[in-house]
């Protein structure tokens, strides 16, 4: 070979090499792009890299700051997951970990760290790379666990409203008691089948406005002036034109962010009013005939002999009972004939103003009549009272006992 030849060759040996050198470093270029790339993606993502072995050592890692990690770097490259994080995360990544790689799929899991003051939330993917290493990515998902946790509690306390919903609903459906629903404006929006019986409605589900079916009453008059009439009873006029006596208890409802409803409860309460009426009518009738009775009992008057009585007081004389004792006399003597009429008060505990002017007063109303009373039955502390409050007795004969009365009743007619 001459020497121009071998020049010739080194030339293109040169250029060749030249050539592939630049293709190197465009090469490199292009690697030194891309990991800048891959490293400004790294720093934009908020999820963390590891690379781990088989058996959980960590050997690299990726993280946009340090301080989203559990430990700084230096403390977990090169130790297994499971010495650096707490016992149960540890053993449950690993677990993972062996069956990604036996698989040869995709794992994922979830755990909790304790990050500072709070608890934080991790979803953590684990992606084989061959039979001894893998990648693990871990994503912070405390917010999203938290919206879990409350629409989980949210969605349990729905559940158990509605429960309460059906439960009610139910329960007015099927009470006995009218009940019905209305807008504050009127517009029916419920009604059971006790109210649409109870005012002749047909058809199911369809709603009543009570204020409608007012006929009159207390309620008619509440509800005029602007009031609820809850708990007023009222008359109540069905489809028919019949009526009926009706209680009323009538509250507002007001739902969250709706209009305001009223509610109303209606019971029929004319065979009840009608009952009631007759016991009370009853009653007075029972209560007029004992008052009767007592009155006849509490001032007897009792024949001892032919024109001689004998009235025995028992408890105390008030004014009420001062007129009936008087009555009593009089009716004796004039009915009777009387001539001498007994007055006994061994059973009256004490003498006041007004039993001792009953006492006088009946002495003079006697004698007006041409009989004669005798007051028996007068102790030492009835006498006393009488000295005090001034009683005129004169013309009054008193005696001990009421045998003593009798004897001298009969003694001066015989005479």
Excluded at 209 to 214: G, K, R
Excluded at 353 to 379: K, N, P, Q, S, W
Aim: hydrophobic share 45%; aromatic share 4%.
């Amino acid at each position: 070979m001459t020497v121009d030849a071998e020049v010739c060759e080194l030339r293109n040996e040169n250029e060749a090499l030249r050539q592939r050198v630049a293709r190197l470093e465009q090469e490199r270029e292009a690697q030194a792009k891309e990991a800048d790339t891959v490293r400004a993606l790294f720093r934009a993502l908020p999820d963390l890299f590891f690379r781990l072995t088989r058996d959980g050592t960590i050997v690299d890692y990726r993280a946009r700051t340090d301080g989203d990690l559990y430990v700084p770097p230096e403390v977990f490259l090169g130790k297994r997951m499971q010495e650096v994080l707490p016992p149960d995360v540890g053993a449950e990544l690993l677990h993972v970990v062996a069956k990604a790689l036996a698989c040869g799929k995709v794992g994922q899991t979830e755990y909790s760290l304790t990050m500072g003051p709070s608890v934080e939330w991790y979803e953590a993917r684990i992606v084989p790379l061959d039979a001894e290493q893998i990648v693990m990515l871990v994503r912070n998902t405390t917010e999203a666990h938290l919206n879990r946790e409350a629409l989980s509690r949210r969605t349990a306390e729905l559940e158990e409203s509605l429960r309460s919903v059906r439960l009610f609903r139910a329960l007015a459906d099927h009470a006995p008691s009218a009940i019905a629903v209305t807008r504050t404006g009127g517009e029916p929006i419920y009604a059971n089948d006790a109210s649409r019986a109870l005012f002749g409605v047909e058809g199911a589900g369809v709603g009543i406005d009570v204020a409608a079916f007012v006929a009159g009453g207390r309620v008619a008059e509440e509800r005029a002036r602007g009031h609820k009439g809850c708990g007023e009873i009222g008359t109540f006029r069905r489809t028919d034109g019949s009526v009926f006596q009706g209680h009323l208890t009538a509250f507002a409802l007001h739902e969250d962010g709706g209009p305001s409803c009223e509610a109303f409860i209606i019971a029929d309460v004319t065979a009840t009013l009608a009952v009631e009426e007759e016991r009370r009518a009853l009653a007075e009738q029972v209560i007029a005939a004992q008052n009767e009775t007592l009155r006849a009992l509490s001032t007897p008057l009792v024949p001892i002999a032919r024109h001689v009585v004998a009235v025995p007081l028992v408890g105390s004389v008030n004014a009420e009972r001062a007129e009936r004792l008087l009555e009593v006399l009089l009716d004796g003597v004039a009915q009777r004939g009387a001539s001498v009429v007994l007055l006994d008060v061994t059973g009256v505990p004490h003498v006041d103003h007004d039993a001792a002017d009953a006492i006088t007063r009946a002495a003079r109303a006697v004698g007006l009549l041409g009989a004669e009373l005798v007051l028996t039955g007068v102790g030492r502390d009835v006498a006393k009272t009488l000295i005090e409050l001034g009683s005129d007795l004169r013309g009054i004969v008193t005696l001990g006992s009421l045998e003593q009365g009798i004897a001298y009743g009969i003694g001066k007619r015989r005479r």
